[in-house]
DNA sequence: GATGAATGAGCGTTCATTCAT
DNA sequence: GATGAATGAACGCTCATTCAT
């Protein structure tokens, strides 16, 4: 009955989320700057005044997106982390798991994966919190004796993001690998390196 | 007498010059579309058409720097590439020296390094073809032996590629690793891999 | 209750109508370079992008101008072909007619005439147009019995035009002469001849 | 030897003739405004500089160029002007042999008649004085019993003046028809007229 | 006589944003 | 909740013109 005669995409929160849908989209395609505000209301149906009706600015709509993105990855990153106990034999492949993860959310979230990683400002700050994430892992799996010392964690942590990171944008978005294929050869690089 | 050696269009091409330093700089802290020509040439002490008279255009002096950046490391990579004949002893210090070149040529030009690597829309591009010629070095390497083959190795080169880009940015450029440590924890990573 | 009737757009068109109607003066007054956006809002008393609104470029309006101009003299002159089976009494009368509602036409409308005939880069072809029509119902009225063959109507419709044209700049929009003087004149002599 | 070691159009005055040249094409081909002093400096061969070492201004120079076809067209005008005491056979001719006159100057100097009597905002004057000319000489050829006085001649001058104006662009500069055959056709449409 | 370099002044256009309804 | 109409604030770019040499 509170439906009744609407036209499409025009209840309240309806709009607000074909329009963040959209918006996210947008940016992802033209970038922050060559994303129009009159383009994303051309394609939801709305008039522009709607739009400021369920987002403040431009700069508003494109930071909901970001932390959108920001909060699903950290849980991911944290969910990553491995348990104690594990044997050596499923080592590579819990590991690989938690990469996976990452890789299936970029590949369902194309659009908010390009916002928060690539286009925001705070595209350094996003990584550089999930590196450090990724560390206290790293950490804690040295000293539950996964790992050897002799490499800085820290630096480990970031170079599985920047590996991510490019990896990500070469090699899943162009289709040339799986999530799978990706996080089982970055397991096979980390774990064993490429020495003979 | 002291200037008797400047013969026509040096000084322009001082000014040239002069706008093209501010413009990278410009362009690296506020990016493409905060830049302003406006402001560019207020610290150039020029006025607009002075600007215009030396590019065709804010693009034009866009890619005219992203050039510049793309020139530079498609050399660094390319001399990165591994002789044949070193003993093994010496192997991890020379692809080091690789490293440490890009390392270092992103500590010196940080502006032109961060507008080819991350304002540029050909980004992911020249991103593609560092990684592709990493990959080409690698695979005459795994020719003459110094690797193994069980890992994918365009896989393995944009790796290596994305923990660059992500090392420079989170540690290059922030002083908290130097363009030598870096280099050596990445060496120590990729050839040895973290397994006890 | 008065503007009740005033329905969605219509102040809109309003705006609209008044910035065509003014830029059609002020580019008739000081032609197309001289004639500067910034003054056509002003009179309107609109501002900037409120020109944009309703036109996509100083070119764009400009043509729009010539279009109507070139669309409303063409029905004029279609409407000047003589009718079949008039007496030789009432031809001069008649063709006349014709020329009268061309130069109402222009006295009514000097801006648009200015642009249409004397500003728009188009002029020529405007002109050649009308010649051509002229052409044709003189060649339907030679046909028809009314005129001699002994010229070549290609050139007497020309003249005419040129004709127009000229007596209209020197004659009518100086107010020297009527429309009504200016076409019998013209009959006269194009019918007649001035040899005694 | 005052010529030794020149560079070629070098020379002051060969400069100066050689701008005038090409700003009459440039103008005449692409109008004033689109007329840009960089680019006829450039065809020039000469510096910018060089171009205001010979001309006050870009008004200046079409000025000149307009001047210039004033009074040679002035000069055509007057010599058109029916001596007394031709007989009856030859006047047709004689008339011709005026408006020869002036195709020939507008096929000779394209360019020049372009911009004097298409270009100028000064060209309605450049027509009215030709039409005054015109007039003038149709007053003395009325006294002399050439023509009869049922037309007033000022609209004839004037319809004159539109008829070259219009034939000029649509039959003479398109190679439609030459000189002579308009002038012949003028002649026979207002020295006898249309009628049967 | 000629030039390399530079500029003052200005214009068309864009876009996020808001009022009044 | 939604809209038609309007705007403030810029910005990139152009071009005729002029110094200093």
């Not at 491995?82 to 590949?107: K, M, N, S, Y």
């Not at 920047?162 to 690089?189: R, S």
Request: proline fraction near 2%; include cysteine; charge should be negative.
């Amino acid at each position: 009955m509170a439906q009744r005669g609407r036209k499409k995409g025009s209840d309240g929160e309806l709009s607000r989320a074909l329009l963040l849908r959209i918006a996210a989209d947008e940016f992802a395609e033209h970038g922050y700057y060559e994303t129009k505000i009159s383009n994303i209301v051309k394609k939801a149906n709305v008039t522009q005044p709607t739009f400021y009706l369920y987002f403040k600015s431009k700069e508003a709509i494109f930071q909901e997106l970001e932390e959108l993105f920001r909060k699903k990855l950290a849980c991911l990153t944290i969910d990553s982390r491995l348990e104690e106990g594990l044997d050596e034999q499923a080592l590579p492949e819990r590991i690989a798991g938690g990469l996976i993860g990452v890789f299936h959310f970029f590949t369902e979230h194309p659009s908010l994966g390009k916002i928060g990683f690539y286009l925001s400002p705070s595209a350094a700050d996003t990584k550089a919190a999930m590196a450090a994430q990724i560390e206290d892992n790293l950490l804690s799996e040295v000293e539950a004796g996964y790992f050897h010392q002799n490499v800085d964690m820290s630096i480990v942590a970031n170079g599985l993001v920047g590996m991510i990171d490019q990896l990500t944008v070469a090699k899943l978005w162009t289709g040339k690998n799986t999530a799978d294929e990706l996080a089982k050869e970055i397991v096979a690089i980390v774990l064993n390196g490429l020495k003979k």
